[in-house]
């Protein structure tokens, strides 16, 4: 079984998080935060 990878991405503009397990994506999210 391949392993569960998940990446969290914080800037100043949005947070984005990526979960991956192998080559697949498996989520993807984009939220934008407030000004």
């Known amino acids: 079984m ?3 990878i998940v ?3 914080v ?3 949005s947070i984005r998080l990526l ?3 192998g080559n ?3 989520k993807w ?3 934008p ?3």
């Open 29 to 31: 999210a984009d939220v």
């Open 24 to 26: 697949r994506v498996r």
């Open 2 to 4: 391949a392993k569960k």
């Open 7 to 9: 990446t969290l991405y």
């Open 19 to 21: 979960v991956t397990q």
């Open 11 to 13: 800037d100043d503009t």
């Open 33 to 35: 935060l407030e000004p």
